[in-house]
């Protein structure tokens, strides 16, 4: 309906323009007019008989259905128009035929404007309506401060944007028995979603609730400032052939899964995201994703219910996880790269992890680059299991339980300028246990026992069988333990209740197999130790150890330059015939290949010929080779033959003879 304007004449009080109560009367006609389409809600609006409108009418409405639900808004009159309804954004008359109200708004579409309330209410229709209007008009998605309670929202249309009013401000709640995903989307590009939480409410959906389930040819998915929480699984989850993903100061907590999982994915950042009490893992990269990079990350309290590291790179490759805490994962490793190669850890703080802080598990030329571990409570840094081309540069282990850096069935494994003490070895496992003494006063039945001695990470366990107060039988191997160095035959076991004294032998594999080889140890470890364990390792360098302590029972160690000498495990000669040590009798073997003979000795036969020790294999020339020594009261000869051998030749002294000088290259 047109509204007249009130003529007010050409100048003051000039008697041309309407009279006074003319003029009130058009104010009244106007006002009448408004408040005829000042309207409760939509339904009132749509139930406006078409015979009073005018096309362009505009209608103010209050609410979407009832007072304070925030869905009015208004609306214009466009009496031709046969568009589809979309609830609460173009409405058609109760009267069929055309004409619709459109809604009037610039911007995203808010969830109320088609009548989603915040929870208790359930919004699944009206969310859904508001996201199938948003991507069919290309338009962005918006959640407000407070909870909305609904199903599972597909998202079907490139470019699809989702944001709320920020985090724990909007909530997004699954309902209850959903069992679904809160937003699913396969091979959909260029989705955005940002600014809320997601409840997954897995109290309430016994098979599934995930925040975000995408999966298939996705790209350039961004998920920026979301808090996903309460998942019965994940509360990311990235399926299939995607790329470009970035995932940005989000925070998943509470999930019954990983808090984030990717499989397949490929060039792709995870920054500046909390990953805490999560009940696996708390960032999982797995199923052969690529070129994954994950910075200014922390990992906190994960792993409650099954052993999951608090970040798991696992069968994927090229991932670089930098400037990250992982802290407190009480079942697994801080950060651990399983079967994954050319992977970079850089930066990383690892402290109070329930394994080992930063785990390398059968992987190819990983990386450490200034990574920290502590107080974890096995081993600091763990390069295990026929890893391979492994290079740790600056790293810095301290306080914990078993070693700090501990070098397991690794081949060609680099350290330079690390600090902490290491572990180069390999472990047996026990095979089979035989009784050496059933001992007595046992109490019947069958019990499980704990070997008792050596040394290991896990000790080994085997069920017996007790009859007669003695041990009858050994029955089964239940753990076979990891043991670098053995208990003696005649062990003890613990576990079998009531008397003392069985007593078992034992058989092991994987013993002196010797899977270390080719490990170099280039400066740093200033007051730590070394221990090469016996028939670990093949091949081991050092350099530049100026106040490491260095064991090697094993004689693996083939060379060591610019080393403290106190501090090396030199070979300690064997003297013979009443030769006996006046300062040290010693040899070693520098890095490249040439033995070193030191010290001085007195007290034996210097007959020419005596044989004064035998150097160990690995440490013999390939030919006689003779040599002049300083002696008390002038010079004498030595040589040395390929059989170890190092003999008198002539003019030693009894009183003092020494060794200093010899040196030539092994065989």
């Known amino acids: 309906m047109a509204l007249s304007l009130i003529n007010v004449g050409t100048t003051a009080n000039d008697g041309t323009g309407d009279p006074l109560r003319t ?19 939509i339904a009132a609006m749509t139930a406006l008989t078409k015979a009073t409108l005018t096309d362009g009418d505009i209608a103010y409405v209050d609410a979407y259905a009832t007072d304070g639900d ?32 459109i809604r009037q708004f610039n911007g995203p579409v808010d969830v109320r404007y088609c009548g989603a309330v915040v929870s208790p209410t359930v919004s699944t229709t009206a969310c859904a309506a508001a996201h199938t209007y948003a991507e069919v008009n290309g338009l962005a998605v918006y959640y407000p401060e407070g909870t909305w309670l609904r199903a599972s929202q597909t998202i079907s249309t490139n470019g699809a944007t989702v944001f709320g009013a920020g985090k724990s401000v909007t909530t997004i709640k699954l309902t209850d028995t959903t069992n679904n995903y809160v937003f ?20 309430n959906n016994a098979t599934i609730s995930q925040g975000f389930r995408i999966e298939g040819a996705s790209n350039r998915l961004q998920i920026v400032d979301v808090e996903a929480y309460n998942c019965r699984n994940s509360g990311i989850s990235l399926a299939g052939t995607g790329a470009n993903a970035r995932i940005v100061r989000c925070r998943m907590e509470t999930c019954a899964q990983p808090g984030m999982v990717t499989s397949g994915w490929t060039d792709s950042l995870v920054s ?6 999560n009940d696996q893992s708390g960032l999982q990269i797995s199923g052969a994703s690529h070129r994954w990079r994950v910075e200014g990350c922390t990992a906190d309290s994960n792993g409650n219910t099954t052993a999951g590291a608090g970040i798991t790179i696992s069968t994927s490759d090229f991932v670089t996880v930098a400037n990250c805490v992982a802290r407190d ?34 992987c190819l030329r990983g990386r450490s680059f200034g990574d920290y571990s502590a107080s974890n409570s096995v081993r600091g840094l763990e390069v295990d299991t026929t890893s391979t081309d492994f290079l740790g540069v600056g790293f810095v282990g301290f306080s914990n339980t078993d070693v700090d850096i501990s070098i397991f069935r690794t081949a060609n494994a680099r350290l330079i300028s690390v600090s902490g003490d290491v572990r180069i070895w390999d472990s047996a496992n026990l095979a089979s246990a ?78 002196n197999s010797n899977t270390c080889a080719g490990i170099t140890i280039d400066g740093g470890m200033d007051g730590d130790t070394l221990n090469i364990v016996s028939g670990a390792a093949a091949n ?22 610019a080393c403290e000498s106190t501090n090396l495990p030199f070979k300690n000669a064997s003297l013979q ?78 009183t003092w003879s020494t060794l200093n000088g010899i040196s030539f290259r092994a065989e």
């Open 23 to 41: 003029a009130f009367q058009t104010v009244n006609t106007a006002i009448a007019a408004v408040d005829r389409l000042r309207l409760a809600n």
């Open 70 to 101: 925030n869905g009015g808004g208004k609306f214009y009159w466009d009496a031709s128009s046969s568009a589809t309804a979309a609830q609460g954004i173009v409405a058609a008359s109760d009267e069929a035929g055309t004409g619709r109200w």
């Open 184 to 203: 699913y989307a396969t091979g959909v590009d260029d989705m955005e979603f940002r600014d809320f939480s997601i409840d997954g409410n897995k109290a």
């Open 272 to 277: 500046q995201c909390e990953f805490y009490d």
């Open 329 to 362: 994962n009480a079942s697994s490793h801080g950060i651990q790269f399983g079967l994954s190669d050319d992977c970079v850890s850089v930066g990383n703080t690892c402290t109070g992890n329930g394994i080992s802080g930063l785990d390398f598990f059968t």
């Open 434 to 511: 035989t009784i050496n003494d059933g001992g007595s006063g046992y109490d019947n039945g069958s019990h499980t026992a704990t070997l008792v001695g050596g040394t290991s990470a896990t000790a080994a366990q085997f069920t017996v069988t007790v009859s007669g107060g003695a041990v009858t039988s050994v029955d089964a191997i239940t753990v076979a333990g990891d043991y670098w160095t053995l208990p003696a035959d005649g062990a003890t076991v613990t576990g079998i209740t009531g008397s003392t004294g069985a007593l078992f032998d034992m058989t092991w594999t994987g013993e």
């Open 540 to 561: 081991v360098r050092i350099s530049n150890l100026k106040t490491a302590t260095v064991t090697d029972p094993g004689s693996h160690l083939v060379s060591a330059v």
């Open 577 to 654: 015939n009443s030769w006996v040590v006046d300062t040290r009798a010693i040899y070693y073997k520098d890095a490249s290949g040439i033995v070193h003979i030191e010290g001085r000795i007195k007290s034996g036969t210097t007959t020419d010929l005596t044989l004064l020790f035998t150097l160990d294999a690995g440490f013999r020339p390939a030919n006689t080779e003779y040599f002049l020594c300083t002696v008390s009261g002038g010079t004498g000869n030595v040589y040395i033959q390929a059989d170890g051998a190092v003999t008198i030749l002539n003019g030693f002294n009894a």
